[in-house]
């Protein structure tokens, strides 16, 4: 079987190199978008500050576009039968205005979003604050559940992976950083430990030697990781595609968002937890004695 | 039927069978709340913006400065400010010290201000900053500032009169306290109620925003009526039992925050402006208020409603004979009721007012007709998403046996979290309903956790889906030495239970803590999705899956 072989034909160490030629890449992506722009993702509207409108599509984009010149006028896209149209920072009552134009033409037809400077910054302060939080909230339960440092470290590790790789991605696929997307991030620190979780348990706990107990462990995982990736999949669906073949529908950004990045965190659990972790587990079950007192081999 | 007599017996069974069928009764019954942005209306979010300072500072030299004085003394509970040359009749007014005394004698006026350390400093910074400030503590003294200040402007505002705020951390904090806040959130209330406004939904998030939410309104509409002040009108009573016109809010000054005097008696003080206090002496010479205030009372209205009325009191109505006045209270009486009558008078009188700045933050509108559409499309991707996980379950068990109780349970953590949410009135949006879909996916996780358990106890094997579930499961019963009919009780079954639970438990903690962050951030937005994810786990953990357990080992071992 071939999943075997990717556990047990290779020595630890060897495999181990590529997850961390994988993080080494994120990192690299992360830094150098880091570099150009001054935060490690691209940041959406609601960081940058600016304002979203949507309206029914019932003339031409351009004709859209030259109704709003006045404003600073950064997109218009059309999501299904409905017109996007973005918008930079702008004054209070420039918005003020906006509205008002807006809804004497569309009335409440109309979708508006803005987000003041004061919005956008306290949002991007949270966000700094509260996702190492997240993380280390979930850290903390991981060392309560198994009491053991080295197994602890490697769930850790992996689930630190998924959220770089998760990120790196989102740079790849020009998903910028939304409320939808942290939701995302948030969400896979809690659920991609779940097959960590699973996997550790029943290497630590069952008989048999480890190798076996991983390939046992993969099957469960990997149904585990399959369910969540079909609910997430049928909101892609939903959310991003749906509106191009049935025209009554439109686009759900803050679901789209969320679920592109959770997919790509998802895929990306599957590697490492079966790769990143289990192999580690391998290394650390099957080490000599002695260097489980800290000698090195 | 023996499945079902055995099952019922179980208590966790049982527990999760009352309060699937107590959810449908609560969905029933009280049916769902959805969010604006599933029903269409326009939201405002707004900041407050404040501080809470220490000031180091000393009254004589505020007073020196604000009054061009070349003495003050500090004498009992007064201070005698000594100023060269002849002073405006209404300089202390204008700086907030009513009542005080001037005497001008040899070129020299004596004005005696009757004040606390405190009251200095306090008119000091409202006279500068036109705002209000509060003291919120004492020992050491805090002063609550309500507009946007830092601590270095406030330092430079201070520095003239030789004072700063203290160095340390504590001695300038940003943001407003509780009550403030809770008082902001009570004016906008009412505010709102007054205009016969129905589905308004105002919250605070993180003791510094304040989130609206109208329903069926349009953005600019919304923005115009949180703005927009009420329309506060003075009335007196004439002879022939009518009231006339006397003054409109907009010579109101100023409104004081209500105190209780030493008697317990409660009141609002407020200032008119020099022309009002003409008008409104006038008016109560005129309607004969000053001979015979009982029987012309004074009334207030606000946007048509009365809010105030009562006679002049006697040295107040003995005054207006001879000077205007502009310095007025309005008496409410004591006690308690008192001081909560006083406390909502002072909103009126402010016609509206909020207590605190505020700065709009961020603001939209959500089209109903836009938001039955999501409404659509998420139950269409829920359907979707129950439909693919059961496939995948099915494509791994194919045992009929297995999907039905695993679908049935999961989806019967759904109906539970509704009803949850319909029984706490919670508004279910866009976001909560893809946590919802969510909890589908990383639901029936779990159930494969313990299924997967409880197949496949001690032995550790790859997935042989050549082999059908219940060889598997008799085998796994036999080798433990278990009968068949007494599996789930017996202790290798339990003992399986009870790893899969550690499991379980270990991966429903890490989802839910790490959700906690999401609860605050966002001004709102995701709270629901929070929310659901962590009531989804817990529901699912506490109820759902201890009964699935049970179900799923009587039907892999009966028959």
């Known amino acids: 079987m071939e999943l075997e072989d990717i556990v047990s034909k290779y020595p630890p160490k060897q495999i181990m190199l590529i997850p961390v030629v994988i993080i080494v890449l994120a990192l690299i992506s992360l830094g ?19 304002t979203l409108v949507t309206v029914p599509a019932t003339e031409s984009e351009d004709a859209v576009a030259a109704e709003y010149a006045k404003y600073p006028l950064v997109d218009v896209r059309n999501i299904g039968n409905r017109y996007m149209i973005q918008f930079g920072p702008m004054s209070d009552s420039e918005y003020s205005d906006l509205a008002k134009q807006t809804v004497s033409k569309y009335g409440t037809d109309a979708e508006i979003r803005h987000m003041g400077p004061i919005y ?27 009491r053991e440092l080295m197994v602890s470290l490697l769930v850790v590790i992996s689930a630190l992976a998924d959220i770089l790789t998760a990120a790196a991605s989102m740079n790849i696929t020009g998903v910028q950083l939304s409320l939808g997307t942290v939701a995302a991030l948030l969400m896979l620190i809690g659920y991609s430990v779940d097959t960590d979780i699973l996997l550790s348990m029943r290497v630590l706990k069952r008989k048999g030697t480890t190798d076996e107990k991983i390939i046992g462990a993969m099957g469960t995982g990997f149904m585990m990781t399959g369910t969540t990736i079909a609910a997430v999949f049928s909101l892609i669906i939903v959310s991003n595609f749906l509106y191009l073949i049935i025209p009554s529908f439109t686009r759900m950004d803050i679901i789209a968002d969320m679920t592109t990045v959770l997919i790509f965190g998802l895929a990306a659990d599957i590697f490492n937890t079966w790769v990143t972790n289990a192999q580690g587990l391998r290394w650390y079950m099957n080490r000599p004695r002695k260097s489980a007192r800290g000698q090195k081999r | 039927m023996s499945l079902l007599e055995d099952l019922s017996k179980d208590r966790r069974v049982v527990l999760y069978a009352v309060v699937l069928a107590l959810a449908i009764i609560l969905i029933g019954t009280m049916g769902l709340k959805f969010g604006l942005d599933l ?20 009254p004589e030299k505020i007073l020196e400065v604000q009054f061009n004085a070349s003495s003050v003394e500090k004498l009992g509970n007064s201070y005698v400010v000594m100023v060269p040359g002849i002073v405006k009749a209404t300089l202390p007014d204008d700086l907030g010290y009513s009542g005080s005394k001037m005497v001008e004698q040899n070129n020299v006026t ?40 830092t601590r270095d402007s406030l330092n430079a505002l201070l520095a003239p009169v030789g004072g700063r705020v203290p160095t340390g951390e504590n001695t300038f904090v940003d943001g407003v306290t509780v009550e403030t806040v809770d008082e902001t959130k009570k004016v906008l209330d009412s505010k709102l109620n007054r205009l016969g406004l129905q589905d308004i939904r105002v919250r605070v998030v993180d003791n510094k925003y304040i989130l609206i939410d109208l329903a069926g309104m349009d953005v600019a509409t919304a923005q115009d009526v949180v703005g927009k002040p009420g329309k506060f009108e003075i009335r007196i009573q004439t002879d022939n039992n009518q009231t006339i016109h006397v003054l409109y809010g907009d010579a ?37 208020a000053v001979k015979s205030p009982d029987a012309h009372p004074i009334s207030m209205y606000l946007d048509k409603d009365e809010i105030f009325s009562a006679p002049l009191a006697a040295e107040l109505a003995g005054s207006l004979q001879k000077v205007p006045v502009r310095t007025l209270e309005a008496r409410v009486g004591s006690g308690d009721a008192a001081s909560e009558k006083a406390k909502e008078l002072y909103i009126h009188l402010r016609e509206g007012a909020l207590p605190v700045n505020v700065v709009i933050v961020g603001s939209g509108q959500v089209s109903a007709a836009l938001g039955k559409q999501f409404k659509v499309q998420m139950v269409i991707a829920g359907l979707i998403a129950l439909l693919a996980v059961a496939l995948m379950v099915f494509y791994r068990y194919r045992e009929r046996r297995v999907v039905l109780p695993m679908v049935a349970t999961s989806f019967s953590e759904v109906v539970m979290m509704l009803g949850i949410w319909s029984l706490a009135g919670w508004q279910l949006d866009l ?40 060889e598997r499961a008799a085998e796994a019963a036999e080798k433990s030495g278990v009968g068949k009919a007494v599996a789930t009780s017996s202790k290798v079954y339990l003992s399986r239970l009870s790893r899969a639970f550690t499991i379980i438990l270990g991966a429903a903690a890490t989802t839910a803590v790490a959700m906690l962050p999401l609860l605050y951030m966002g ?3 995701l709270t629901g999705f929070a929310l659901i994810i962590i009531v989804g786990v817990i529901l699912g953990t506490a109820i759902a899956r201890p009964a699935y357990g049970r179900i799923i080992g009587h039907i892999l071992a009966g028959n």
């Open chain 1, 32 to 50: 150098v978008t880091y570099l150009n722009t001054g935060s490690p993702v691209k940041l959406g509207v609601e960081f940058t500050g600016g």
């Open chain 1, 120 to 146: 956008s910054k306290e949002l991007q302060a949270q966000v700094l604050r509260y996702l190492p939080i997240s993380f280390l909230l979930m850290a903390a339960v991981v060392f309560v559940v198994f």
């Open chain 2, 39 to 58: 029903q269409g209306g326009s939201y405002l979010q707004l900041q407050l913006q404040g501080a809470v300072a220490q000031v180091d500072v000393t």
């Open chain 2, 110 to 149: 004596k004005i005696t201000i009757i004040a606390t350390p405190e009251t200095v400093i306090t008119n000091f910074l409202k006279t500068n900053l036109d705002a209000d400030v509060k003291i919120v503590a004492v020992g050491p003294v805090q002063y609550e500032i309500r507009t946007n200040v």
């Open chain 2, 252 to 288: 109101v000054s100023s409104v004081e925050i209500p105190n209780g005097d030493r008697s317990g008696g409660w009141g609002v003080p407020f200032t008119l402006s020099e022309e009002g206090a003409a008008v409104f002496q006038k008016a109560a010479i005129d309607a004969g």
């Open chain 2, 431 to 470: 976001a909560s309903l893809a946590g919802i879909i969510m909890v589908i996916g990383t639901g029936v996780d779990q159930l494969v956790i313990i299924t997967d358990e409880l197949i496949r106890g001690s032995e550790a094997v790859p997935v042989e889906s050549d082999r059908s579930i219940k």
């Open chain 2, 523 to 525: 001004f709102g937005a």
